[in-house]
């Protein structure tokens, strides 16, 4: 049901969500194919389809409970660290720095960067990127 309920996630961080009927259908097949039963039309109005879904809503909410605090701890990072470096600049540029180190975390997450290195690394890396990108100096000590 992880694998189903992270279909439904997925696509709606990215701002295409897909109905669940649909991903459900295609999760049911599935699950026929694999058993060696014929597929047949999921019937949407049945008790069992209805505790399965009840079973991908709760392991929907759990996913996105342990997602969310996966990534406000990078959050929390990047925001100390703008603060740290940006000390004497103003608050536009500490916004914009934050700002764009942040989408770089986001779009490291979406690769196996996350896996291959630490998060501290990836921060750096992002702050370097973000400061070369918007042309602001960073501090050499």
Not at 5 to 22: D, F, K, Q, T, Y
Not at 48 to 61: D, P
């Amino acid at each position: 049901y992880v694998s189903c309920a992270a279909l439904l996630l997925v696509p709606s961080s990215e701002g295409a969500p897909r109905r669940m009927h649909e991903v459900l259908g295609v999760f049911l097949h599935l699950m026929a194919v694999l058993a060696g039963t014929g597929s047949v039309p999921a019937d949407l109005h049945s008790a069992g389809y209805a505790q399965l879904q009840a079973v991908v809503e709760r392991t929907m909410a759990e996913l996105s409970t342990t997602i969310s605090s996966e990534l406000s701890e990078p959050l929390r990072m990047v925001l100390s660290v703008v603060s740290v470096l940006t000390r004497n600049e103003d608050k536009v540029t500490q916004n914009a720095l934050a700002q764009s180190a942040w989408n770089f975390v986001r779009d490291a997450h979406r690769t196996d960067v996350c896996i291959r290195f630490e998060a501290e690394v990836i921060i750096c890396a992002a702050f370097r990127h973000a400061a070369r990108t918007l042309a602001i100096k960073l501090p050499t000590d």
